[in-house]
Protein backbone atom coordinates (compact mmCIF):
# COMPACT_ATOMS: atom_id res chain seq x y z
CA UNK A 1 0.00 0.00 0.00
CA UNK A 2 0.99 3.36 -0.77
CA UNK A 3 2.99 5.44 2.05
CA UNK A 4 2.50 9.05 3.09
CA UNK A 5 -0.63 9.15 1.47
CA UNK A 6 -4.55 8.56 1.64
CA UNK A 7 -5.05 5.23 0.39
CA UNK A 8 -7.99 5.76 -2.04
CA UNK A 9 -9.75 2.35 -2.14
CA UNK A 10 -11.89 2.94 -5.13
CA UNK A 11 -12.41 0.97 -8.96
CA UNK A 12 -10.26 3.98 -10.60
CA UNK A 13 -7.29 3.52 -8.59
CA UNK A 14 -7.46 -0.69 -7.79
CA UNK A 15 -7.64 -0.45 -11.74
CA UNK A 16 -4.30 1.63 -12.36
CA UNK A 17 -2.55 -0.05 -9.83
CA UNK A 18 -3.81 -3.41 -11.16
CA UNK A 19 -2.36 -2.68 -14.85
CA UNK A 20 0.31 -1.24 -13.23
CA UNK A 21 1.15 -4.36 -11.93
CA UNK A 22 0.34 -6.18 -15.06
CA UNK A 23 2.86 -4.29 -17.15
CA UNK A 24 5.77 -4.11 -14.59
CA UNK A 25 5.55 -8.27 -14.55
CA UNK A 26 5.44 -8.91 -18.44
CA UNK A 27 8.25 -6.05 -18.11
CA UNK A 28 10.06 -8.34 -15.08
CA UNK A 29 9.34 -11.72 -17.17
CA UNK A 30 11.62 -10.26 -20.43
CA UNK A 31 14.23 -8.22 -18.64
CA UNK A 32 14.86 -11.88 -17.01
CA UNK A 33 14.77 -13.61 -20.04
CA UNK A 34 17.37 -10.99 -22.05
CA UNK A 35 20.87 -11.94 -21.82
CA UNK A 36 23.55 -9.59 -23.99
CA UNK A 37 21.72 -6.53 -24.16
CA UNK A 38 23.74 -4.15 -25.88
CA UNK A 39 22.09 -0.13 -24.63
CA UNK A 40 24.56 2.01 -26.67
CA UNK A 41 21.40 3.47 -28.30
CA UNK A 42 21.33 6.84 -27.18
CA UNK A 43 17.48 8.21 -27.56
CA UNK A 44 18.05 11.33 -26.33
CA UNK A 45 20.31 14.08 -24.42
CA UNK A 46 18.41 17.06 -22.30
CA UNK A 47 20.31 19.59 -21.42
CA UNK A 48 18.98 20.58 -18.11
CA UNK A 49 20.79 23.76 -17.87
CA UNK A 50 22.14 23.00 -14.33
CA UNK A 51 25.15 25.42 -13.22
CA UNK A 52 26.81 22.68 -11.21
CA UNK A 53 26.46 19.63 -13.28
CA UNK A 54 23.95 16.65 -12.68
CA UNK A 55 24.44 14.93 -9.28
CA UNK A 56 21.14 12.11 -9.82
CA UNK A 57 18.97 11.33 -12.48
CA UNK A 58 15.67 8.86 -11.87
CA UNK A 59 13.99 7.29 -14.64
CA UNK A 60 9.83 6.63 -13.87
CA UNK A 61 8.74 2.92 -14.35
CA UNK A 62 5.30 4.11 -16.13
CA UNK A 63 6.43 7.42 -18.24
CA UNK A 64 9.00 8.15 -20.41
CA UNK A 65 9.94 11.15 -17.21
CA UNK A 66 13.17 11.63 -15.91
CA UNK A 67 14.08 13.51 -12.64
CA UNK A 68 17.32 15.28 -11.89
CA UNK A 69 18.99 16.99 -9.48
CA UNK A 70 22.08 19.00 -9.27
CA UNK A 71 24.24 19.72 -6.42
CA UNK A 72 22.28 23.17 -5.31
CA UNK A 73 19.35 20.87 -5.12
CA UNK A 74 17.73 22.18 -8.20
CA UNK A 75 15.30 19.05 -9.61
CA UNK A 76 14.23 19.10 -12.64
CA UNK A 77 11.53 16.88 -15.01
CA UNK A 78 11.60 16.23 -18.31
CA UNK A 79 9.30 14.12 -20.70
CA UNK A 80 11.74 12.42 -22.97
CA UNK A 81 8.96 11.18 -25.69
CA UNK A 82 7.90 14.54 -26.07
CA UNK A 83 11.47 16.08 -25.48
CA UNK A 84 9.55 18.79 -23.39
CA UNK A 85 10.53 19.93 -19.74
CA UNK A 86 7.98 19.71 -17.45
CA UNK A 87 8.86 20.95 -14.16
CA UNK A 88 11.52 22.76 -12.34
CA UNK A 89 11.40 23.61 -8.21
CA UNK A 90 14.13 23.78 -5.71
CA UNK A 91 14.26 21.20 -2.80
CA UNK A 92 14.59 24.10 -0.32
CA UNK A 93 15.75 27.45 -0.34
CA UNK A 94 18.58 27.22 3.02
CA UNK A 95 22.06 28.26 1.82
CA UNK A 96 23.48 25.34 3.24
CA UNK A 97 23.17 23.08 -0.50
CA UNK A 98 24.33 19.62 -1.28
CA UNK A 99 22.30 16.55 -2.73
CA UNK A 100 22.66 13.27 -1.54
CA UNK A 101 19.95 10.84 -3.29
CA UNK A 102 16.87 10.39 -5.56
CA UNK A 103 14.33 7.81 -4.65
CA UNK A 104 11.07 7.05 -6.21
CA UNK A 105 8.23 6.40 -3.34
CA UNK A 106 4.96 4.60 -4.26
CA UNK A 107 5.48 3.30 -7.91
CA UNK A 108 2.17 1.93 -8.77
CA UNK A 109 0.20 4.29 -7.12
CA UNK A 110 0.52 8.49 -6.79
CA UNK A 111 4.84 8.56 -6.60
CA UNK A 112 6.30 10.65 -4.70
CA UNK A 113 9.59 11.59 -5.27
CA UNK A 114 12.76 11.35 -1.82
CA UNK A 115 15.07 14.35 -2.35
CA UNK A 116 17.88 13.62 0.22
CA UNK A 117 20.18 16.45 1.02
CA UNK A 118 24.19 15.57 2.08
CA UNK A 119 23.29 16.67 5.33
CA UNK A 120 21.02 14.21 5.61
CA UNK A 121 17.67 16.30 5.76
CA UNK A 122 14.72 14.39 3.81
CA UNK A 123 12.22 16.29 2.05
CA UNK A 124 9.84 13.83 0.18
CA UNK A 125 7.43 16.11 -2.70
CA UNK A 126 4.07 14.92 -4.39
CA UNK A 127 2.91 16.22 -7.95
CA UNK A 128 6.31 16.98 -8.96
CA UNK A 129 5.72 16.20 -12.42
CA UNK A 130 2.95 19.49 -12.85
CA UNK A 131 4.07 22.30 -13.96
CA UNK A 132 4.51 24.49 -10.45
CA UNK A 133 2.14 22.02 -8.59
CA UNK A 134 5.26 20.26 -6.18
CA UNK A 135 4.11 20.33 -2.96
CA UNK A 136 5.78 19.12 0.10
CA UNK A 137 4.56 16.29 2.04
CA UNK A 138 7.05 15.89 4.60
CA UNK A 139 10.76 16.91 5.98
CA UNK A 140 12.75 15.99 8.33
CA UNK A 141 16.36 15.12 9.18
CA UNK A 142 17.58 11.07 9.27
CA UNK A 143 20.50 11.76 11.00
CA UNK A 144 18.39 14.04 13.91
CA UNK A 145 20.69 13.22 17.15
CA UNK A 146 23.83 12.20 15.33
CA UNK A 147 26.54 14.34 15.08
CA UNK A 148 28.03 13.52 11.46
CA UNK A 149 31.91 14.92 9.94
CA UNK A 150 31.29 16.29 6.83
CA UNK A 151 28.56 16.46 4.29
CA UNK A 152 28.46 13.22 3.27
CA UNK A 153 25.47 10.88 4.02
CA UNK A 154 23.96 8.18 1.75
CA UNK A 155 20.50 7.42 2.10
CA UNK A 156 18.01 4.50 0.86
CA UNK A 157 15.20 2.70 1.52
CA UNK A 158 13.10 -0.23 1.20
CA UNK A 159 9.38 -0.56 0.00
CA UNK A 160 8.11 -3.79 1.00
CA UNK A 161 9.43 -2.87 5.06
CA UNK A 162 9.03 1.22 4.23
CA UNK A 163 11.91 1.36 5.91
CA UNK A 164 14.78 4.32 5.37
CA UNK A 165 18.47 3.32 6.13
CA UNK A 166 21.26 6.47 6.50
CA UNK A 167 24.45 6.66 7.31
CA UNK A 168 27.84 8.24 6.58
CA UNK A 169 30.50 10.05 7.94
CA UNK A 170 29.61 8.82 11.47
CA UNK A 171 29.48 5.58 13.65
CA UNK A 172 25.96 4.53 13.22
CA UNK A 173 23.28 3.21 10.92
CA UNK A 174 19.63 4.51 11.41
CA UNK A 175 16.59 2.57 10.42
CA UNK A 176 13.46 4.90 10.40
CA UNK A 177 10.15 3.69 9.91
CA UNK A 178 9.27 6.43 6.74
CA UNK A 179 5.53 6.19 7.04
CA UNK A 180 5.63 7.12 10.85
CA UNK A 181 8.66 9.28 10.70
CA UNK A 182 9.99 6.99 13.88
CA UNK A 183 13.88 5.85 14.43
CA UNK A 184 13.19 2.70 14.78
CA UNK A 185 16.80 1.02 15.21
CA UNK A 186 20.37 2.72 15.83
CA UNK A 187 23.05 -0.38 14.67
CA UNK A 188 26.62 0.70 15.41
CA UNK A 189 29.21 0.71 12.41
CA UNK A 190 33.39 1.00 12.76
CA UNK A 191 34.48 3.91 14.10
CA UNK A 192 37.50 3.95 12.23
CA UNK A 193 35.87 4.05 8.24
CA UNK A 194 33.01 5.80 7.11
CA UNK A 195 29.86 4.21 5.17
CA UNK A 196 30.51 5.41 1.89
CA UNK A 197 27.49 3.44 -0.35
CA UNK A 198 24.02 2.01 1.19
CA UNK A 199 21.62 -0.56 -0.62
CA UNK A 200 18.37 -2.03 0.65
CA UNK A 201 17.34 -5.42 -0.22
CA UNK A 202 14.63 -5.76 -2.21
CA UNK A 203 13.42 -8.87 -1.24
CA UNK A 204 14.33 -9.65 2.08
CA UNK A 205 12.60 -6.94 4.49
CA UNK A 206 14.80 -5.61 6.71
CA UNK A 207 18.36 -6.45 5.37
CA UNK A 208 20.61 -3.71 3.63
CA UNK A 209 24.38 -4.10 2.24
CA UNK A 210 27.13 -1.28 3.51
CA UNK A 211 30.26 -0.39 1.95
CA UNK A 212 32.96 1.35 3.66
CA UNK A 213 35.18 3.89 2.64
CA UNK A 214 38.25 1.48 3.82
CA UNK A 215 36.99 -0.38 1.22
CA UNK A 216 35.10 -3.20 2.87
CA UNK A 217 31.54 -4.60 2.76
CA UNK A 218 29.30 -5.87 5.51
CA UNK A 219 25.34 -6.96 5.14
CA UNK A 220 23.03 -6.28 8.19
CA UNK A 221 19.67 -7.61 9.24
CA UNK A 222 17.80 -5.52 11.52
CA UNK A 223 15.56 -8.57 12.67
CA UNK A 224 18.65 -10.17 13.79
CA UNK A 225 20.47 -9.60 17.60
CA UNK A 226 23.98 -9.17 16.26
CA UNK A 227 22.64 -7.06 13.30
CA UNK A 228 25.24 -7.84 11.44
CA UNK A 229 25.08 -10.78 8.93
CA UNK A 230 28.13 -11.06 6.74
CA UNK A 231 31.22 -8.66 6.24
CA UNK A 232 33.91 -9.11 3.63
CA UNK A 233 36.96 -6.88 2.05
CA UNK A 234 36.39 -8.03 -1.54
CA UNK A 235 38.46 -4.92 -2.79
CA UNK A 236 42.03 -5.94 -0.74
CA UNK A 237 44.57 -5.37 -0.82
CA UNK A 238 43.51 -1.91 -2.25
CA UNK A 239 41.73 0.30 0.71
CA UNK A 240 39.93 2.67 -1.68
CA UNK A 241 35.99 3.97 -0.80
CA UNK A 242 33.27 1.44 -1.89
CA UNK A 243 31.77 4.11 -4.60
CA UNK A 244 28.56 1.58 -5.08
CA UNK A 245 26.94 -1.40 -3.57
CA UNK A 246 23.80 -3.39 -4.54
CA UNK A 247 22.05 -7.04 -4.32
CA UNK A 248 22.13 -8.67 -7.81
CA UNK A 249 19.17 -8.59 -10.08
CA UNK A 250 16.40 -10.88 -9.54
CA UNK A 251 15.16 -12.54 -6.22
CA UNK A 252 18.30 -14.11 -5.14
CA UNK A 253 18.88 -12.23 -1.63
CA UNK A 254 22.22 -13.47 -1.43
CA UNK A 255 24.15 -12.28 -4.00
CA UNK A 256 25.79 -8.48 -4.21
CA UNK A 257 28.04 -6.80 -6.48
CA UNK A 258 30.58 -3.87 -4.72
CA UNK A 259 32.07 -1.09 -6.80
CA UNK A 260 35.51 0.54 -5.46
CA UNK A 261 36.92 3.76 -6.42
CA UNK A 262 40.18 1.73 -7.72
CA UNK A 263 37.72 0.63 -10.76
CA UNK A 264 37.34 -2.85 -9.28
CA UNK A 265 33.65 -4.59 -9.64
CA UNK A 266 33.40 -7.59 -6.83
CA UNK A 267 30.82 -10.33 -7.15
CA UNK A 268 29.76 -11.70 -3.89
CA UNK A 269 27.36 -14.93 -2.98
CA UNK A 270 27.24 -14.87 0.36
CA UNK A 271 26.39 -18.17 0.61
CA UNK A 272 29.81 -19.35 -0.47
CA UNK A 273 31.36 -17.83 2.65
CA UNK A 274 33.14 -20.83 4.97
CA UNK A 275 32.35 -18.52 7.94
CA UNK A 276 30.70 -14.92 8.24
CA UNK A 277 33.36 -13.32 8.22
CA UNK A 278 35.01 -15.07 4.86
CA UNK A 279 33.00 -14.06 2.01
CA UNK A 280 34.93 -14.34 -0.59
CA UNK A 281 34.57 -12.76 -4.96
CA UNK A 282 33.89 -15.19 -6.72
CA UNK A 283 34.05 -12.60 -10.18
CA UNK A 284 35.74 -9.63 -10.31
CA UNK A 285 35.75 -7.22 -13.10
CA UNK A 286 38.64 -4.38 -13.93
CA UNK A 287 36.49 -2.07 -15.28
CA UNK A 288 37.85 1.06 -14.64
CA UNK A 289 41.74 1.67 -13.90
CA UNK A 290 41.77 4.07 -10.31
CA UNK A 291 38.59 5.75 -11.76
CA UNK A 292 35.70 4.79 -10.92
CA UNK A 293 33.06 7.23 -9.88
CA UNK A 294 29.48 5.39 -10.25
CA UNK A 295 27.74 2.08 -10.25
CA UNK A 296 24.41 0.89 -11.53
CA UNK A 297 23.01 -2.42 -10.99
CA UNK A 298 19.68 -3.22 -12.77
CA UNK A 299 17.08 -4.36 -10.64
CA UNK A 300 15.75 -7.18 -13.02
CA UNK A 301 17.54 -7.83 -16.29
CA UNK A 302 21.30 -9.74 -15.54
CA UNK A 303 23.09 -6.52 -16.15
CA UNK A 304 25.06 -4.05 -14.07
CA UNK A 305 26.86 -0.56 -15.34
CA UNK A 306 29.54 1.94 -14.36
CA UNK A 307 30.41 5.22 -15.32
CA UNK A 308 34.28 6.95 -14.65
CA UNK A 309 36.03 10.50 -14.23
CA UNK A 310 37.53 9.38 -18.19
CA UNK A 311 33.89 10.15 -19.45
CA UNK A 312 33.51 6.24 -19.61
CA UNK A 313 30.32 4.14 -19.26
CA UNK A 314 30.45 0.53 -19.75
CA UNK A 315 27.88 -2.23 -19.11
CA UNK A 316 28.67 -5.97 -17.94
CA UNK A 317 26.43 -8.89 -17.96
CA UNK A 318 26.39 -10.54 -14.57
CA UNK A 319 29.16 -13.26 -15.89
CA UNK A 320 31.65 -10.28 -16.71
CA UNK A 321 31.04 -9.95 -20.42
CA UNK A 322 31.54 -6.38 -21.52
CA UNK A 323 27.79 -5.72 -23.44
CA UNK A 324 28.52 -1.92 -23.82
CA UNK A 325 31.10 0.93 -23.79
CA UNK A 326 30.36 4.14 -24.23
CA UNK A 327 32.41 7.42 -24.20
CA UNK A 328 31.71 10.84 -23.72
CA UNK A 329 33.17 13.18 -26.68
CA UNK A 330 35.80 15.39 -26.09
CA UNK A 331 33.25 18.98 -25.66
CA UNK A 332 29.11 19.11 -26.31
CA UNK A 333 28.41 22.31 -27.72
CA UNK A 334 31.70 24.08 -26.13
CA UNK A 335 31.23 22.64 -22.80
CA UNK A 336 33.88 20.30 -21.21
CA UNK A 337 32.32 16.62 -20.15
CA UNK A 338 33.04 15.81 -16.93
CA UNK A 339 33.51 12.82 -14.78
CA UNK A 340 29.61 10.37 -14.87
CA UNK A 341 28.52 11.48 -11.54
CA UNK A 342 25.63 9.38 -12.12
CA UNK A 343 24.15 6.22 -13.72
CA UNK A 344 20.18 4.56 -13.01
CA UNK A 345 18.76 1.70 -14.83
CA UNK A 346 14.83 1.93 -15.47
CA UNK A 347 13.17 -0.52 -13.25
CA UNK A 348 11.35 -2.27 -15.83
CA UNK A 349 13.43 -1.87 -18.82
CA UNK A 350 16.90 -2.16 -20.50
CA UNK A 351 17.35 1.45 -20.31
CA UNK A 352 19.52 3.98 -18.19
CA UNK A 353 20.01 7.74 -17.86
CA UNK A 354 23.37 9.11 -16.70
CA UNK A 355 24.50 12.45 -15.98
CA UNK A 356 27.75 14.36 -15.70
CA UNK A 357 29.93 16.32 -13.09
CA UNK A 358 30.87 19.19 -15.25
CA UNK A 359 27.95 20.56 -17.59
CA UNK A 360 24.30 19.62 -17.52
CA UNK A 361 24.28 17.23 -20.07
CA UNK A 362 21.61 14.22 -19.13
CA UNK A 363 21.65 10.97 -21.52
CA UNK A 364 19.37 8.49 -22.22
CA UNK A 365 20.72 4.96 -23.79
CA UNK A 366 18.53 1.97 -24.87
CA UNK A 367 19.19 -1.45 -26.62
CA UNK A 368 19.61 -1.43 -29.54
CA UNK A 369 16.79 -2.72 -32.35
Known amino acids: MPLLTDSEDNEEVNARREERERI???????????????????????????????????????????????????????????????????????????????????ELDESLVLAASSDGNVRIWKNFNQRGGQKLVTAFSSVKGHR??????????????????????????????????????????????????????????????????????????????????????????????????????????????????????????VRRAAEPQDVKPYLTIEAHRGSLTALAIHRHAPVVASGSARQMIKVFSLEGEQLTKIRYQPSFMGQTIGSVNCLSFHPYKSLFATGTGDNSLVSIYAEEN
Not at 60 to 72: K, Q, R
Not at 85 to 104: A, D, I, Q, T
Not at 246 to 251: C, E, S, T, V
Open 24 to 106: ALDCIAKCQRSSACKMTSQITSWDTRFESGTKAALLLPFSPIVIAADENEQIRVWNYDDVLPVNSFENHKLSNRGLSKLLLIN
Open 148 to 269: AAGRNIVIDWQKQSGYLYASGDMSSILVWDLEKEQLLSTIESPADSAISALSASQVRSGHFAAGFAAGSVRIFDVHTPDRLVYMARPHAPRTEKVVGIGFQPGFDPYKIVSASQAGDIQFLD
